[in-house]
């Protein structure tokens, strides 16, 4: 593997992970991913921008061959999947010193067993001059960990932004493109961000302040339409959601089905527009991304053993996690004798600071005074959307 030029002397080393199906355990890749580290050389001394995972480290190595000496890595983010090959990093180049914040030190010594002696700790604003090549430390907290930072390359006005306004996309050119980015964006913004809007919009104001040419994150591909991927990203943390409702739901023997269906199709009538996701197929990112954007959020469930069904439950368990901006929250659903369905569910979004819609629950296969119940909550809905964008 050889380094790919960005700009004189700065070269991204991002090593591909095209089969990587999941993340934390937790998050589906249709896209895999990529983990980037980059390199700056100056007349004095040579950094390296984060590693890799350690899964990949010889893929990194092998980019390194024709490095002879390295004498700072900096750490932006300790997190596995950009730190997990330091030690390997520092066994090639014994000299190197590890580069960070107080808190990320911390977490590295904690999490790689790294020695107190092998750091320079630095302050938000700080700079190393490698010689014609000058970086600022960005302090990023809580993007998503509390100790993340970006280096900001003055000479050639790079932000290196580690997490931030990054993708989980394996591709094959440098530079990322609107139309293949944006889906891959906007759903590790919704699986991973969404829950820190407020630090967000307070890093986009410190941000601004900053003249960058080219944004390059520790995942996905570097990106020279700047304006356009800190536009998104302030729509999607900053903006007001979207004329949009979100249903989710599971049925089990068609009753709950018949509600989402005559939901769906009222308030679509209204004009509000409506995405349907089945929960039985569950993707978290799928549901992830409609929560960016929505108003409105409907869960459909029927009731299993007195509660809502396990689907229904880790939707919720998921929502409550992500913290999405929605203003309005209603469940739906249906029951063979009896349960707390909707009590258990209401339970579980206290992180969500939105107004309640009545709910609908329905015993047994429902019936025309049920499906009027269900137009009247499209209505209110609808009226809860005016002024709203689609």
């Known amino acids: 593997m050889r380094p790919v030029k960005i700009t004189e002397n700065v070269y991204s080393l991002r090593v591909n992970h095209f089969n990587r199906h999941l993340f934390d355990s937790l998050i589906p890749l249709p896209d895999g991913t990529s983990y980037n580290a980059y390199l700056v050389k100056g007349t004095e001394k040579t950094a390296l921008l984060d590693s890799v995972d350690p899964e990949k480290k010889e893929v990194l190595f092998d980019y390194l061959k024709g490095v002879e000496k390295l004498d700072y890595i900096v750490a932006h983010h300790a997190e596995q999947d950009h730190s997990g090959s330091i030690s390997f990093v520092l066994e090639k180049y014994p000299s190197a010193k590890v580069v960070t914040n107080p808190r990320c030190k911390e977490f590295l010594m904690s999490h790689l067993a790294l020695p107190a002696d092998k750091f320079i700790e630095v302050k938000d604003g700080e700079i190393l001059s490698l010689g014609g ?19 900001y390359l003055r000479e050639d006005k790079i932000l290196f932004s580690c997490d931030f306004f ?31 809007r407020s630090n967000i919009k307070a890093h986009l104001e410190k941000l601004s302040k900053y003249e960058i040419n080219v944004i390059a994150p520790s995942h996905g591909p570097v990106h020279k339409n700047v304006k356009f991927v800190q536009s998104i990203y302030s729509d999607w943390a900053v903006g007001e959601p979207k004329n949009k409702a979100l249903v989710a739901y599971v049925s089990m023997h068609g009753s709950t089905y018949i509600l989402v269906n005559r939901l769906v199709s009222a308030l679509e009538e209204a004009g509000v527009n409506v995405e349907k996701l089945n929960l039985e197929q569950f993707d978290e990112g799928r549901v992830a991304m409609a929560l960016v954007d929505a108003a409105t959020v409907i869960v459909g469930t029927p009731t299993v053993l007195a509660g809502p069904h396990p689907k229904a439950v880790y939707g919720a368990c998921l929502m409550n996690a992500l913290r999405p901006k929605v203003k309005f929250i209603s469940i739906i659903g249906s029951y063979g ?4 369905a909707v009590e258990t569910l209401a339970g579980m979004l206290t992180n969500i600071k939105a107004e309640i819609i009545p709910p609908v629950l329905v015993k047994g296969l429902p019936k025309e005074e049920d499906l009027k119940k269900i137009d009247e909550l499209a209505s209110i809905i609808a009226l809860r959307h005016k002024g709203l964008e689609l």
Do not use: C, N, Q
């Open 133 to 151: 090549k000058t970086l600022e430390f960005v302090y990023l907290p809580w993007v998503h960990w509390p100790e993340t930072m970006g280096t």
């Open 166 to 196: 990054g993708s989980h996309l394996a591709a094959g050119g440098l530079f990322s493109d609107e139309r293949t980015v944006y889906a891959p964006m906007k759903r590790y913004y919704a699986e991973i961000m969404m829950p820190f």
């Open 337 to 340: 004798w009896g349960g707390k």
